[in-house]
């Protein structure tokens, strides 16, 4: 493998020239720490030459394939503590695209597939008085937004809806950063460190997914345990009925870990600004984009659930 031009981690700044500067010296000499005359930006030489340090052990994006799921558990777990995933990410390691595609595209689609199999299961089990597991009074319809839809066509737009909410919150520091032309001045930050940071804040969607899963599992087992037993609503189609008794405990994890997933991305986001990318101004430039991220959602979509 050809070995990378020298740059500098931040900014992708051309070293070459101050590399070669070195063994003009009398007698020639590589320094410990170089600061980036482009961005300023302090970093050890050895981080930028040896390619043996833009490596990290445990990584997903640097793990063998054969240790890929060890990977993907100790890096999710990383990323619980945002302050313990920029400290040991750093901006001199190296990104492997084929690695963020996959924590980007594929595991949530995984996940979204799964949670609508294993919900579309227990379902169909209801249907059938496999699983017996319900409200033992009639569900309200339209307080879980019925109005005489097809529950497929009602599942799908929960769905969509779910993406949506989780859609702007995701992009907005990303989309702030690299368009405004104030926050590019002040940043001097490469797009690919910018779209590392987006694809691992996908998880608080993918973790979502995950306790949709865990959460029906658990209502499957446990009724196999101890049935309850669910009564249809008046008027209210019998498949919709066993949606609305699923929803009725999904609904309230939604409402605790929306918020929560929030603090998370707002947590997440200072210290890949403040800590890892060491911004000029970097605490006014994450209160900023903050404020642009989530008063929108607070103003909108949340603020309307809590209403309903």
Known sequence: MPERPASCPRCGYDLAGEVASWGRQAPARCPMELT???????????????????????????????????????TLLWLAIPNLFWRRVRLHHEIRWRRLGVWAFGVPM??????ICVQAIFIKFMAIGVVHWGFTLAPTPARYGYAGM?????????KLLTVLAFFWPL????????????????????????????????????????IE???????????????????????????????????GLLNPIWYVYYPL?????????????????????????????????????MMTSYGTWIVI
């Open 36 to 74: 980036c005359s482009e961005c300023g930006h302090g970093f050890l030489c050895r981080d930028a030459l040896n390619p043996k340090y833009q490596r990290l052990n445990g990584f997903w994006e640097h793990e063998p394939r054969g240790r890929r799921v060890r990977a993907f558990v100790r």
């Open 150 to 158: 097809h529950p497929a066509a009602w599942y799908a737009l929960d």
């Open 261 to 297: 997933s929030l603090v998370w991305l707002a947590w997440y986001w200072n210290r890949a600004m403040v800590a890892n990318y060491r911004l000029h101004m970097g605490w006014p430039v994450w209160a900023l984009l903050s404020v642009i991220a989530f008063l929108p959602v």
């Open 171 to 210: 992009l907005a520091y990303p989309v702030m950063l690299t368009v405004l032309d104030t926050s590019r001045r002040w940043a001097k930050l490469r797009m690919a460190h910018v779209i590392r940071a987006t694809v691992y804040s996908t998880t608080v969607f993918s973790v979502f997914m995950m």
């Open 110 to 115: 995984v996940l979204i597939l799964a949670s």
């Open 213 to 247: 899963i865990g959460v029906v599992l658990w209502i499957a087992v446990s009724d196999l345990v101890e049935p309850t037993y669910l009564f249809s609503g008046v008027g209210v189609p019998l498949a919709m009925t066993h949606l609305i008794a699923l929803y």
